[in-house]
């Protein structure tokens, strides 16, 4: 995350090309050689000890279990703070070999702290860290939601996700769909494959949702669809955090989520800016669309409240939050 006046640097263990903006302030160092295919363990531990001779920064934070294991292991003895943010479910099973390198580091050697996304994550992260490294919970900072005040809003019920990640829970979404009463709504699915390659192809065929079920396949303008739809849905099993779930808040949605691990209890308070379900409850999540797609004060209510989230994620709030962690006179 780049912050005026503050010098960022952004180090990256592979060199497959970016498919992100990234702030051009921010310097971007990528191996020039090695780690196109696949993470050479060794080498990515020379290269990040001479690197961060280089740059030679004050802390450092790593997105990923296995690579702030790495530098950890990497930058041992040079007296920066490595702080680590997990950005995956709390559940998520790791491949074998990356969890047993991993967790042979981590007891050898613990991070400054560890960032949390939700609450729950930092249960699970203090079980596996331990009790002596701090952790906080500091969520995702929200990106500027376009508004579209000339779009009327449709008899659309929206999801978006990654079409062929069984985690995204679409199944479920569209088996509660073919439940509701309101027959006149469509469900919008936006990302990922488009219909034809989904496997959920299939499921809608045999419940006869053919014409009420669109996918959108990858937009450019997620935004434009938030201010079409009436109501966004995230029926996902599991998730790091939700950032699908604030965008579509802060478009002033009434959001409809699953109570899965992890994400929505950190970010919805039921009843007055969204709507919690029991997880994995189809009957449930079919009366509750139901009840909103019924009740258009509902929807407008918990849109307007929805959209406090703008406050509550801005950036500035959240690299400050990041900076007060980094900086507390007791870690490190």
Same mark, same amino acid.
């Given at each position: ?5 503050? @010098? ?14 990234? *702030? /051009?302030?921010?310097?971007? *160092?990528?191996? /020039?050689?090695?780690?196109?295919? %696949?993470?050479?363990?060794?080498? !990515? $531990?020379?290269?990040?000890?001479? %690197? ?14 296995? =690579? ?7 930058? =041992?003895? +040079?007296?920066? %703070?490595? #702080? ?12 074998? +070999? ?7 580091? =981590?007891?050898?050697? +613990? @991070? ?9 994550? %930092?249960?699970? &992260?203090?079980? =596996? ?19 579209y005040p000339d779009i009327q809003r449709e008899k659309m019920v929206l999801a978006a996700g990654r079409l062929n990640d069984p985690l995204k829970g679409f199944d479920r979404l569209i088996e509660a769909f073919a439940l509701i009463k ?6 919008? $699915? ?12 299939? &499921? ?15 937009? !450019? ?36 989520? #699953? ?5 929505? +209890?950190? $970010?919805?308070? *039921? ?19 139901? #009840?909103?797609?019924?009740? @258009? ?16 994620? *801005? ?10 962690? $980094?900086?507390? @006179? !007791?870690?490190?």
């Amino acid at each position: 995350m780049f912050t005026a006046g503050i @010098p960022t640097e952004l180090v990256t263990l592979f060199s497959q090309g970016r498919f992100v903006y990234v *702030h /051009p302030d921010i310097v971007v *160092h990528e191996p /020039p050689d090695f780690n196109t295919k %696949k993470l050479n363990i060794i080498r !990515s $531990i020379v290269w990040l000890r001479r %690197k961060m001779d280089e740059i030679r920064p004050d802390a450092v934070i790593v997105y990923h279990k296995l =690579y702030a294991a790495i530098t950890l292991l990497a930058l =041992y003895g +040079k007296g920066i %703070k490595i #702080f680590t943010s997990e950005r995956s479910s709390p559940t998520h099973k790791w491949p074998l +070999k990356q969890e047993i390198i991993s967790r042979i580091i =981590y007891l050898l050697i +613990k @991070p400054t702290g560890v960032i949390a996304q939700t609450t729950i994550a %930092k249960l699970y &992260q203090t079980r =596996y860290y331990g009790t002596g490294v701090p952790i906080r919970v500091i969520p995702n900072a929200l990106r500027e939601v376009r508004d579209y005040p000339d779009i009327q809003r449709e008899k659309m019920v929206l999801a978006a996700g990654r079409l062929n990640d069984p985690l995204k829970g679409f199944d479920r979404l569209i088996e509660a769909f073919a439940l509701i009463k309101n027959r006149d709504w469509k469900l919008v $699915i936006a990302g990922g494959m488009d219909g034809e390659d989904s496997v959920l192809t299939g &499921q809608i065929k045999t419940l006869g949702l053919t014409d009420r079920v669109i996918f959108e396949g990858k937009v !450019s303008d997620l935004d434009l669809l938030f201010a079409r739809a009436s109501i966004f849905v995230i029926p996902s099993r599991s998730e790091g955090f939700p950032n699908a779930l604030c965008e579509a808040m802060a478009a002033g949605l009434p959001c409809i989520a #699953f109570d899965f691990v992890a994400g929505p +209890k950190d $970010i919805i308070e *039921h009843g007055t800016d969204g709507l919690l379900v029991e997880d994995g409850n189809i009957p449930e999540l079919a009366r509750t669309i139901d #009840f909103l797609m019924d009740n @258009p004060e509902k929807r407008e209510t918990l849109g307007a409240e929805a959209t406090r989230i703008k406050d509550r994620l *801005h950036p500035d709030l959240i690299v400050k939050l990041l900076l007060n962690f $980094i900086n507390e @006179p !007791s870690v490190g």
